[in-house]
């Protein structure tokens, strides 16, 4: 008795030609007395079906066809084995063997997947196993890749991904049609290639990957950060927060939190974007530790504070500082241990407002900004720091006011997290200003009240009214 295979997709009753369905391998007996089923685990719109296989035109059309290559000849060596074994490969035998096989194989073989599937598992593991944030960063560059693809007019697949002329094409696109800087532009890259690692570690490919050349980045001595005056300053602001009855200006809007019974407690936006920027700057946290901070972890003792560092998923421990104390008593108001220290807040809208509130506050220190796209230097110029002052800005300003204070890196990187120098040392500032204090550093120089008038004049307003403050006293 002859068995007849063959592959169908299972349509229904839905016409939709960019809907997906499920492919079956149907096994048949010659006389058409027995028949089943088994499901390749693949989906593919009707567009891209035609005469019982793949459509050339489908985008990911290789690993495509390879995969289901491969289950139809296991299939196919399963009948074999059977008629060896002198028994009759009716088709629901051959079912129950390529189950087992299956099962046997479990994850040990290697297991091809298509492009859309290996992002599919991608995805779903940076959802289950990183932050928020980190899932949605990659979950963007997917759609960003499908846009390219679509605008470029090529079919995105993995052997174009490892190809040279990918790497041409996405730097074009990037540079000429979207505008990205090569900052941005090196990041997408290197997200890329962590996608097509994992999927070579999971063998869902078996392509030999290849390095892309990333674009160069200008070495940037000064890095935006907020000086201790400017800290104090923004901590002194209380004209935007939250009183019952007052009329504020249209961007600030009410914010709604809940106490542990369920009572509502009112804030503005603009109120909660300087709490957060403030308790950024004393901590050193990241926007992705921010709202996931709960009362439960907190240790009070000698006014510590702790966090799960959201991307090495190990506790950092700081000293809090009377602006963070202050921060910490305004928000634990009824609040149970397990709740959430802050109100959400999305970042998008923080970098927004963060801006506006620096510009109705005068904070506008002129900051150099250098950056690069493809061979060519942009925004090289002085600029105002309400411009580009973000959620980031935060953490660069604990690790510098720290440097200041004469902090060892050492003790540094307990308190922020680094593993190593080498990351750390993105966040280190070197400005006209700190450079200038090595000019003399050897000098024998009689003029020293030159020398201590210049090192003087380089300091913050608060820091001289300090010095003046702490001389009259001695004095």
């Given at each position: ?225 907020l000086k201790k005056d400017e800290v104090l300053k923004l901590s002194e602001i209380k004209k935007y927060n939250y009183r019952e009855g007052e ?182 500032s070197v400005d006209d200003g700190r450079i200038e204090v090595g000019r003399n550093l050897y000098s024998n120089s009689e003029d020293r009240e ?26």
């Amino acid at each position: 008795m002859g068995l007849n295979i063959s592959w169908r997709l299972v349509t229904k009753s839905n016409k939709k030609l960019d809907t997906k369905f499920p492919i079956y391998l149907r096994i048949r007996t010659s006389d058409g007395s027995s028949e089943t089923t088994i499901n390749s685990g693949l989906e593919v719109e009707k567009k891209y079906w035609k005469d019982g296989s793949v459509s050339r035109k489908h985008p990911d059309y290789t690993n495509f066809v390879r995969f289901l290559v491969k289950v139809q000849s296991d299939v196919e060596s399963i009948i074999t084995e059977l008629t060896e074994e002198n028994k009759t490969p009716r088709p629901k035998l051959v079912r129950k063997r390529f189950q087992e096989l299956e099962k046997e194989r479990n994850d040990r073989t290697e297991i091809v997947l298509t492009y859309e599937q290996s992002w599919e598992r991608f995805l779903h593991k940076k959802k289950i196993e990183t932050s928020f944030y980190t899932h949605r960063m990659y979950k963007q560059l997917y759609h960003r890749l499908e846009e390219f693809g679509q605008n470029k007019k090529v079919i995105i697949s993995f052997e174009y991904l490892v190809s040279e002329q990918f790497e041409t094409d996405f730097k074009d696109w990037s540079w000429n049609k979207k505008g990205y800087k090569n900052s941005y532009v090196r990041k997408n890259l290197t997200s890329i290639k962590s996608f097509l690692n994992y999927c070579k570690r999971n063998k869902f490919i078996l392509l030999d990957l290849r390095d892309y050349k990333k674009p160069k980045e200008i070495d940037r001595k000064e890095v935006i950060y907020l000086k201790k005056d400017e800290v104090l300053k923004l901590s002194e602001i209380k004209k935007y927060n939250y009183r019952e009855g007052e009329t504020y200006r249209k961007e600030i809007v009410q914010i709604i939190d809940v106490d542990r019974r369920g009572k509502e407690v009112f804030y503005n936006n603009w109120e909660i974007v300087i709490d957060l920027m403030l308790f950024m700057c004393v901590t050193g946290c990241r926007w992705n530790d921010v709202h996931h901070m709960t009362w439960d972890s907190q240790d009070f003792d000698n006014e510590t504070f702790q966090w799960l560092n959201q991307k090495t998923k190990k506790y950092t421990k700081v000293p809090l500082d009377p602006i963070g104390i202050e921060i910490v008593k305004k928000y634990d108001k009824n609040k149970s241990r397990e709740m959430n220290i802050f109100p959400k807040y999305s970042s998008v809208h923080f970098n927004e407002n963060i801006k506006k509130i620096f510009k109705d506050l005068n904070l506008n220190r002129l900051v150099s900004v250098t950056r690069m796209m493809g061979a060519k230097s942009v925004d090289n110029e002085k600029v105002p720091l309400y411009q580009v002052v973000s959620s980031h800005v935060g953490r660069r300003t604990f690790i510098m006011n720290l440097i200041e204070k004469g902090h060892d890196y050492k003790t540094i990187m307990s308190m922020t997290g680094h593993s190593d120098i080498k990351s750390l040392m993105k966040y280190v500032s070197v400005d006209d200003g700190r450079i200038e204090v090595g000019r003399n550093l050897y000098s024998n120089s009689e003029d020293r009240e030159s020398d201590v008038l210049k090192l003087f004049n380089q300091l913050s307003e608060s820091d001289k009214e300090f010095i003046v403050d702490t001389i009259k006293r001695l004095i």
